[in-house]
């Protein structure tokens, strides 16, 4: 067996997170908390406790107990009220073990399992229960689904689209450690390809204290003290832990964090062994330490540590070195070579979450290689034989030095109640060292559900790479692509290096941002045509992207017999020869190639990313390009075609283009004969085309209009009749090559619609090309809103055109790919910034493809910001001690009486709120008030947009029946939504109210059907 630990996430006493969990245990921090008289007051205990001399007042509490971020996911406020905040906790921390193993977003062919338990539900005991108000309104199936044990793991399952196995571990203390050994067998049976296991415990009947009994398993003093003369009982405690574990194969091959290797696990019971149900046993102890070490193939003598289960009891303490004795048998390496600890004096015994965090605890010290102290031991146990065993108890923070020759390893042993034990062996993990990477420049992506967890995240990652330097910024930014979901609010960085990464993250002006719900975005590539080059154009992805470079290295050989010249040494040149080789790119017969080189290049490097065009659209030669991505032409018959219709322009006589403010209708009364309109680009840019002196006389005329008019950058009067001696040769260049229907749609420049097959196919098409008008916003104008519309090539000539005022139904989505040869920023950043932009915009990216074949790392970043709220139900008095009330940190303020909440805010809807106006819609309004939590509800608000769904939509048609005394269908409540059009229905059926059997219902029906049909035979 060799099982990777992954991912941790956990909340113990004093510590909201495992830097906090680790910092307390090599502080020796006992988190164990003694009270005041006011703090058990506080938590509801009636004072007579406080004259009880066996009353002991400490508390191993968790901060904010009663917080939760319903709206992340995805409950409505009293959903979130009437759910035991253990199922609340583990929700959270299995989405935080999944984020720390860099699988936040599993895609769904990861199958994911999910193993766990919880303690007994407290607050559903003490709480719901004893809140009369609640009990009279609340379905009794919400309070079953909120609190039994059965739907722990499920609800992680379904909230998180995990598709592998979910079920319940309950097993006592040794819940949590059993279901990582479950897990790891369904990993090994190849039932999931991830596995999360856990468990959580939130005891709220000893948040003010506990009382004494003696020969009890609880500690007189309040202090745990395993191993020590002085051992005399527990203190429980409440947390919650969970770790995600994968193959070690797997975890190696996606560069997963491991925190540690599961070597060996093992479970079993004590049987009937023992002298009572409740007492530990020698030899089921002993055989579950040894099988496990069997299932490791490891020697007992390499075992450095054991996370002890380490209950400081008289009888417990005893038993489990005795077992780990019997275990280590002849293997042990000697005295004092194992040390041993427990995690229960610095957080109590967190019951069905205790073997985790023993785990968690153990992980860490592999981790980190130091072995934290084992508190409030201070004489060794007298019935331990410590000097015929090779343990001794750690009692301060030491460097864990490695045997010789063989890697750190140690034991974790949880023992439940009830006999069933667990022990699992763990290993150091392989040195991985970090890879640098090849790109420049890094690009980060963060998102939230709200802008204010959006600033925190990008807030606490900012801290994270400051306290972390080691971190290599491309692993840092890989994490954040594949191992994070993508919420609606979202930003977008390129930095080079860590500084820059640093400075990026503390400077809103270098991030982008936008909020955007959709994802699966379609994409548009727009090919640019001749004026968009210039030398050293993506130069920068030509030197640092391998595919790009690849792809133009192709290009540029396979045209060298056409154009007897490398065309990469005039799109690259060196400096001295910058302004020669631009001087060359002005030459028609080298731009056109030039063009769709980079253009081709780029469009394949952008679909090697995931960003696939659903459609295309080009510009005179960027036509060219779309056709051979679209499979029109072969890539050799395509780069032929562009270097011999170049050719073929470059040896025409020259001529001259204009481009106007003014549409063609508008212009076209002005032009002579030997003037054309070569382009029309938006609905008042045209483009016009002849001879120099014709086009010079035009503009002359234009200015004294006050027209604004501009002389564009060419050598020849291109797509008019200047090119009409050129289209018959080219035309015979053309049907000598094979043409094919294009396998992606694109639109025509010559139809300004859709290109046919039969069209793409034809040699006189291509010939028409040549010589009509580029209708280019035509074809912007088929294109749809939700398209995303990329220019795939220099500059941003195309994005100008679609912004133009009218080029499409509505404002369009424009992205460009690479700078204006103004702009000197690199190009990889600009390229990347493009990426971002597409991201933020809804455009999907295959992020594993993008870091091409580089061996990144996933690593531990901050998980998610959650934006907790109060979602509390306190009992409706005090309670006696034997069911002690209410709350930990956050609800003890709470009063006594105090009732559910009246009602959470209106969350931010699409409608305007308006009051309820008729008695039908304010009762209507006030039971979805009950139902959701939510106030105030308006007539024009969706019960769904609320958070309803179809179990609460039951519980709103119980009540309307109890209200109103007649049935309204479910169905209802799906047809009519709102609280207008629902009390209108329910107003409708009390005129002719249905039968409460619907069964019954259905017969009147028949019947109703047949009376009309005698009739009509009757008649």
Request: charged share 20%; aromatic share 6%.
């Amino acid at each position: 067996m060799e099982i990777a630990i992954t991912g941790m996430a956990g909340r113990f006493p004093g510590a909201r997170n495992l830097e906090e969990l680790w910092r307390n245990l090599c502080d020796g921090v006992e988190s164990i908390e003694p009270l005041s008289d006011e703090a058990v007051l506080k938590a509801g205990l009636p004072s007579e406790v406080l004259k009880d001399p066996h009353f002991v007042k400490v508390a191993s509490r968790l901060d904010d107990v009663a917080g939760f971020d319903a709206a992340f996911f995805g409950y409505t406020p009293r959903e979130a009220e009437v759910m035991d905040p253990q199922q609340r906790l583990f929700l959270e921390c299995a989405l935080e073990a999944l984020e720390d193993a860099g699988h936040g977003a599993p895609p769904p062919e990861l199958l994911v399992g999910v193993f766990g338990g919880q303690a007994l539900s407290t607050y559903l005991l003490l709480n719901l229960l004893g809140n009369a108000e609640l009990m009279r309104t609340v379905d009794p199936l919400q309070l079953n689904l909120g609190n039994a044990g059965s739907f722990l793991t499920t609800r992680a399952a379904y909230k998180l689209d995990l598709r592998g196995p979910s079920f319940n571990i309950e097993s006592a203390c040794s819940t949590s450690l059993v279901a990582v050994h479950v897990a790891c067998q369904s990993l090994l049976n190849q039932e999931c390809d991830l596995a999360l296991a856990g468990g959580v415990s939130i005891n709220l009947q000893i948040q003010g204290g506990y009382r004494y009994v003696d020969g009890g398993i609880l500690s007189p003093d309040g202090h745990c003290r395993p191993f020590d003369a002085q051992a005399k009982g527990i203190v429980f405690g409440s947390g919650a832990g969970v770790v995600a574990l994968r193959r070690l194969e797997d975890a190696l091959a996606d560069g997963s964090p491991i925190y540690a290797i599961i070597k060996g696990s093992a479970v079993n019971n004590d049987g009937a062994a023992r002298v009572g149900y409740t007492a530990p046993g020698v030899e089921g102890q002993a055989a579950v330490i040894s099988e496990a070490l069997g299932s490791a193939g490891v020697s007992a003598g390499s075992i450095g540590y054991v996370e002890a289960h380490g209950t400081g009891t008289a009888l417990g303490d005893p038993i489990e070195v005795q077992a780990l004795i019997r275990a280590f048998g002849d293997e042990a390496a000697g005295p004092r070579t194992c040390a041993l600890g427990s995690i229960k004096p610095n957080l109590g015994h967190l019951d069905a979450a205790a073997g985790v965090a023993g785990l968690i605890k153990t992980a860490l010290a592999l981790k980190h290689r130091k072995l934290p102290p084992s508190l409030n031991f201070e004489t060794p146990n007298p019935n331990i034989p410590w000097d015929a065993s090779p343990f001794y108890v750690n009692t301060k923070l030491r460097e864990w030095k490695a045997p010789a020759r063989e890697p750190r390893r140690a034991g974790v042993s949880s023992f439940g109640m009830g006999g069933t034990n667990a022990h699992v062996i763990l290993e150091e993990p392989p040195a991985r060292a970090p890879v640098p990477s090849t790109r420049p420049h890094q690009f980060l992506v963060l998102s939230a559900r709200t802008p204010t967890a959006l600033a925190a995240q990008a807030s606490r990652l900012e801290e994270h790479l400051r306290a972390h330097k080691g971190l290599e910024p491309a692993d840092v930014a890989y994490t954040l692509q594949v191992g994070r979901r993508r919420h609606p609010h979202r930003r977008a960085i390129v930095c080079q290096g860590r500084e820059d990464a640093l400075t990026a993250l503390g400077d809103i002006s270098r991030q982008l941002s936008a909020t955007e719900e959709r994802t699966s975005r379609p994409t548009v590539f727009m090919f640019p045509g001749q004026g968009a080059q210039y030398a050293g154009m993506a130069q920068g992805v030509y030197e640092n992207e391998r595919g790009f470079r690849a792809d133009v290295d192709d290009c540029a050989t396979r045209l060298i017999p056409h154009l007897k010249l490398d065309l990469r040494d005039v799109l690259f040149p060196p400096a001295d020869r910058a302004e020669e080789a631009q001087r060359q790119l002005q030459q028609t017969r080298l731009a056109q190639p030039a063009l769709f080189i980079i253009e081709y290049a780029l469009a394949r490097l952008w679909m090697s990313w995931g960003v696939r065009p659903e459609a295309m659209v080009g510009h005179s030669i960027g036509e060219y390009v779309a056709a051979c991505l679209a499979g029109v032409f072969t890539l050799p018959d395509a780069l032929a075609l562009v270097a011999a219709r170049g050719q073929l322009m470059q040896d025409l006589p020259p001529g001259a283009m204009l481009s106007v403010a003014l549409s063609e209708a508008e212009l076209v009364s002005s032009l002579d004969a030997r003037l054309s309109v070569a382009a029309v680009n938006a609905p008042s840019m045209t483009v016009v085309a002849g001879p120099d002196d014709a086009v010079d006389a035009l503009k002359a005329r234009l200015d004294a209009r006050g027209v604004q008019s501009r002389r564009l950058h060419t050598s020849h009067a291109f797509h008019s009749a200047m090119m009409d001696p050129i289209v018959a040769p080219f035309t015979e260049q053309l049907r000598r090559m094979k043409l094919s229907a294009p396998q992606i749609p694109f639109l025509s420049n010559v139809t300004g619609t859709w290109v046919t097959a039969a069209e793409a196919k034809d040699p006189a098409y291509w010939a028409r090309h040549l010589r009509q008008p580029v209708r280019f916003a035509a074809g912007l104008a088929q294109l749809q809103p939700a398209q995303v519309l990329l220019e795939v090539g220099p500059g941003r000539t195309l994005t100008t055109f679609a912004s133009q005022p009218g080029a499409l139904r509505q404002a369009p989505t424009t992205v460009t790919s690479l700078r204006h040869p103004d702009t000197r920023q690199a190009d990889t950043a600009v390229l990347l910034g493009a990426l971002g932009q597409l991201w933020l915009s809804g455009v999907d990216v295959d992020w594993e493809a993008f870091n091409g074949e580089a061996r990144r790392q996933r690593v531990g970043l901050p998980t998610y910001p959650f934006e907790r709220k109060r979602y509390w139900v306190s009992p409706d008095g005090h309670r006696a001690l034997a069911s002690a009330p209410s709350a930990e940190r956050a609800p003890e303020t709470a009063e006594p009486g105090e009732a559910p909440a009246a009602g959470y805010s209106r969350p931010a809807m699409a409608v305007a709120y308006v009051a309820p106006d008729t008695e039908d819609q304010q009762v209507v309004a006030r039971i979805w008030e009950d139902v959701l939590g939510v106030r105030p509800v308006g007539v024009h608000d969706d019960f769904f947009a609320l958070g309803g769904h179809s179990l609460l939509a039951t519980t709103v048609v119980g009540r309307l029946r109890d209200t109103f005394g007649f049935t309204v269908p479910l169905q209802s409540l799906f047809e009519a939504p709102t609280v207008a059009r629902l009390a209108a229905l329910v107003a409708e059926q009390r005129k002719s109210p249905g039968h409460d059997d619907p069964e019954v219902e259905a017969l009147l029906r028949m019947l109703a059907e047949l009376t009309a049909k005698e009739g009509a035979v009757s008649r």
